[in-house]
Every structure is written in C-alpha cells, then in structure tokens.
C-alpha cells in the first residue's frame, strides 16, 4: 500500500525557516518522480518543487532562491526546505508521488507576525 506521511509543519514568522518532511512506503522510492504541492484558502492547488529519480529538481517561480527540494532514498523521505518564508507561503502543503497518483494528507504552514 502506497503511503505519504508529512511532517514539519506549523507557525513561523515572517522571514524564517521550516523544513517539511514526507516518509515513503509501500513502493520504490528511489525510482520515483516526488513533489510537494500547496494548496492556499480559495486558491487552487499549485506545484511548489518537484525531484526526479535522477535529482533533477525543478521549482515554482514564486518560491525559487527561497525553497529547496531534496531527498534520502537510503530513508524513502522527501525534504522541503523553506527559508525567507512569506504569508503567502501559507498553505496546506502536500506531498505527492506523481507515478501512483497518491497524495500525502497535508500538513499546514502558517507564516504570521
């Protein structure tokens, strides 16, 4: 069974970090296209990063020179670095396993003063 569960998310003010985590199973992580989404009030879903099998990571404009993508096959995690964070990065992000089509439950980032 395909599973993704996130972690790491929460309050933060504006201009600092957090780190998500998304832990793999139930398929080979290392062979597998992963991306994390999110997903403001009222907006549509949108792609934030996205890493290939091969490591090529490819990023949203609004979050490029700020978020970072990453991932340990060795732990089947994926990795979402946010820095210089905004209150328009708050959101429910997700992660998602583009080959089976399975979405993590979502974890929410609040960024606020």
């Known amino acids: 069974q395909v599973q993704l569960v996130e972690s790491g998310g929460g309050l933060v003010q504006p201009g600092g970090s957090l780190r998500l985590s998304c832990a793999a199973s139930g398929f080979i992580f290392s062979m597998s296209t992963m991306t994390w989404y999110r997903q403001a009030p009222g907006k549509e879903r949108e792609l934030v990063a996205s890493?290939?099998?091969?490591?090529?990571?490819e990023y949203a404009n609004s979050v490029k020179g700020r978020f970072t993508i990453s991932r340990d096959n060795a732990k089947s995690t994926v990795y979402l670095q946010m820095n210089s964070l905004k209150p328009e990065d708050t959101a429910v992000y997700y992660c998602?396993?583009?080959?089976?089509?399975?979405w993590g439950q979502g974890i929410q980032v609040t960024v606020s003063s």
């Open positions: 890493i290939s099998a091969g490591d090529s990571r």
């Open positions: 998602y396993t583009v080959f089976f089509r399975t």
